[in-house]
C-alpha cells in the first residue's frame, strides 16, 4: 500500500554505506522504519532532507509485515532554521523527539501528538518568549494523549509532593495546559507560578514517565 504522510525525523543512520535507516514520526502511521536507498551517495538531495528535527513529507510503500518499509520520493516541509540557531531551542525540541522515540510503538498512529508537536515546533521557530511554558504544554498534551492524565491525578505520587510546596500546582498546570500557542499573540508573557519549583515538577514528571529521555537532563538546566 502506498502512503504520503507528513513526519518528523527522529533518527538517522547510514546503513549499508550509501543509504539511510531513518526512524520517523508519521502523522498517518505513528513511529515507523523506513529505508532509503542510495541516499549517501555524492549527488543525492536526501542527506539534507533526513535530519533529526525536520518536518518532511515522504511517499512510501506499507508493508504490514515488514518492520523497514521503503521510501521513494520525499521533500522537507519545515527545516526550522531559527531553532537550529538558538542552543535551547534545539535542546528542548531534541528532547520532545526523543520522548517520542523512546515511548511510542511502532505503527501507532497519534494524530493528536503529531498535531501538539507541529503547533510546538512551529512556535519554537517563530517565537522568543515562553519557551519553558511551551515544552510544559507539549509535556502535558503528550501524557495526556497517551492515558496519563496528570491534571485530575490527584494521588500521583509527584503531585501529592509538590502540594507540599505549591499548593496550587494543579491551577498552574491547567493554565498551561490551556494555553493556545495556535494564536500565540493571545499569550501573556507573565506567569504566577514558582519557576523554580515548575522546574523541579517537570524534572521529575519525566524521570518518573520517560526514565530514557537522556537529552532532558540537558533542557533541565535551560529552564532558568
Given at each position: 500500500?502506498?502512503?504520503?504522510?507528513?513526519a518528523?525525523?527522529?533518527?538517522?543512520?547510514?546503513?549499508?554505506e550509501?543509504?539511510?535507516?531513518i526512524?520517523?514520526?508519521?502523522?498517518e502511521?505513528?513511529?515507523?522504519?523506513y529505508?532509503?536507498?542510495?541516499?549517501?551517495?555524492?549527488?543525492?538531495?536526501?542527506?539534507?532532507?533526513?535530519?533529526?528535527l525536520?518536518?518532511?513529507?515522504?511517499?512510501y510503500?506499507?508493508?504490514?509485515?515488514?518492520?523497514?518499509?521503503p521510501v521513494?520520493?520525499?521533500?522537507?516541509?519545515?527545516d526550522?532554521?531559527?531553532?537550529?540557531?538558538?542552543?535551547k531551542?534545539?535542546?528542548?525540541?531534541?528532547?520532545?523527539?526523543?520522548?517520542?522515540?523512546?515511548t511510542f510503538?511502532d505503527?501507532?498512529?497519534?494524530?493528536?501528538?503529531?498535531?501538539?508537536?507541529?503547533?510546538?515546533?512551529?512556535?519554537?521557530?517563530?517565537?522568543?518568549?515562553?519557551?519553558?511554558?511551551a515544552?510544559?504544554?507539549?509535556?502535558?498534551?503528550?501524557?495526556?494523549?497517551?492515558?496519563?492524565?496528570?491534571?485530575?491525578?490527584?494521588?500521583?505520587?509527584?503531585?501529592?509532593?509538590?502540594?507540599?510546596?505549591?499548593?496550587?500546582?494543579?491551577?498552574?498546570?491547567?493554565?498551561?495546559?490551556d494555553m493556545?500557542?495556535?494564536?500565540?499573540?493571545?499569550?501573556?508573557?507573565?506567569?504566577?507560578?514558582d519557576?523554580?519549583?515548575?522546574?523541579?515538577?517537570?524534572?521529575?514528571?519525566?524521570?518518573?514517565?520517560f526514565?530514557?529521555?537522556?537529552?532532558?537532563?540537558?533542557?533541565?538546566?535551560l529552564?532558568?
Amino acid at each position: 500500500m502506498k502512503i504520503k504522510t507528513h513526519a518528523f525525523v527522529l533518527k538517522t543512520t547510514i546503513f549499508k554505506e550509501s543509504s539511510l535507516i531513518i526512524r520517523l514520526f508519521t502523522r498517518e502511521k505513528g513511529k515507523s522504519t523506513y529505508v532509503v536507498k542510495a541516499a549517501m551517495r555524492q549527488k543525492s538531495p536526501n542527506k539534507a532532507i533526513y535530519q533529526q528535527l525536520n518536518e518532511v513529507q515522504i511517499d512510501y510503500s506499507h508493508y504490514p509485515k515488514r518492520q523497514i518499509h521503503p521510501v521513494y520520493n520525499a521533500k522537507i516541509i519545515n527545516d526550522w532554521p531559527e531553532i537550529c540557531k538558538d542552543l535551547k531551542k534545539t535542546v528542548l525540541c531534541t528532547s520532545m523527539l526523543e520522548i517520542i522515540d523512546k515511548t511510542f510503538d511502532d505503527d501507532t498512529p497519534d494524530k493528536k501528538t503529531y498535531k501538539t508537536l507541529a503547533t510546538i515546533m512551529k512556535y519554537f521557530n517563530n517565537f522568543d518568549t515562553n519557551l519553558n511554558n511551551a515544552f510544559y504544554y507539549f509535556l502535558l498534551h503528550f501524557l495526556k494523549n497517551s492515558g496519563y492524565d496528570i491534571l485530575n491525578a490527584k494521588e500521583h505520587p509527584i503531585i501529592i509532593r509538590f502540594k507540599r510546596e505549591n499548593l496550587n500546582i494543579l491551577g498552574d498546570l491547567n493554565n498551561i495546559f490551556d494555553m493556545n500557542f495556535n494564536q500565540p499573540e493571545q499569550i501573556t508573557e507573565k506567569t504566577n507560578y514558582d519557576k523554580k519549583i515548575m522546574t523541579q515538577f517537570m524534572s521529575e514528571l519525566v524521570k518518573y514517565h520517560f526514565p530514557d529521555a537522556k537529552s532532558f537532563k540537558v533542557a533541565k538546566d535551560l529552564f532558568s
